[in-house]
């Protein structure tokens, strides 16, 4: 079954980096793209980033543009988001997101998050 | 940036009929998603392509969309459907992924 797992989450304080990761199993990573999708406490869903199955197209909410990369090693099955300067509004459930098989749906399959706190 | 317009809340009886409105530009050539979200959860697709419904997924869930709106129709709402109800689309580029504000959908 497809399986998603976030980690790397934490406290980090302002300006500072982090780095999270989305391990997969249970389908083949490299045939699709994958999203990031983050919620802080009590608010809503955003958008964060797209990166196609290839790597080769990425795609940016205006809100972490230049400060988020979005990146993939499909020899490890994994997704990554690198967050650079980061800022308490970035505080939020972060979750890697999977489409269906013949992307009808961006976000068919979850991971069960994980919590990035910006704080000094 | 473009933006999906969701009312902050909506709240009916049980039994009852609970609509949940999405307005944006791009919605007359792009498709609108729901997803419902309780509490402490992962979001769970309800309606995709602004009318189709996953297997699994009460009848009673409905989706439309006319012009700049999609529609949430919820027949005889029940207890268990309360949640918070996001409407999802792209932009007109098609390369930016856009959720709305959400909606808490009580029933009570």
């Known amino acids: 079954q497809v399986q998603l797992v976030e980690s790397g989450g934490g406290v980090v304080q302002p300006g500072r980096s982090l780095r999270l990761s989305c391990a997969t199993s249970g389908f083949i990573f490299s045939t699709y793209g994958m999203n990031w999708v983050r919620q802080a406490p009590g608010k809503g869903l955003e958008w964060v980033a797209f990166?196609?199955?290839?790597?080769?197209?990425?795609y940016y909410a205006d809100s972490v543009k230049g400060r988020f990369t979005i990146s993939r090693d499909n020899s490890k099955n994994t997704l990554y988001l690198q967050m650079s300067s980061l800022r308490a509004d970035d505080s939020a459930v972060y979750y890697c997101a999977r489409p269906n098989w013949n992307g009808d749906i961006d976000f068919d399959y979850w991971g069960q998050g994980t919590l990035v706190t910006v704080s000094s | 940036s473009y933006e999906l317009t969701q009312p902050p809340s909506v709240s009916v009886s049980p039994g009852q009929t609970a609509r949940i409105t999405c307005s944006g530009d791009?919605?007359?050539?792009?498709?609108a998603y729901w997803y419902q979200q309780k509490s402490g959860q992962a979001p769970v697709l309800v309606i995709y392509?602004?009318?189709k419904r996953p297997s699994g997924i009460p009848e009673r869930f409905s989706g439309s969309s006319s012009g700049t709106m999609a529609t949430l129709t919820i027949s005889g709402a029940q207890v268990e459907d309360e949640a918070d109800y996001y409407c999802?689309?792209?932009?007109?580029?098609?390369?930016?992924?856009?959720f709305g504000g959400g909606t808490k959908l009580t029933v009570l």
């Open positions: 791009a919605l007359p050539k792009k498709y």
């Open positions: 990166i196609s199955y290839d790597g080769t197209s990425k």
């Open positions: 999802y689309s792209r932009d007109s580029s098609g390369n930016h992924r856009v």
């Open positions: 392509e602004d009318s």
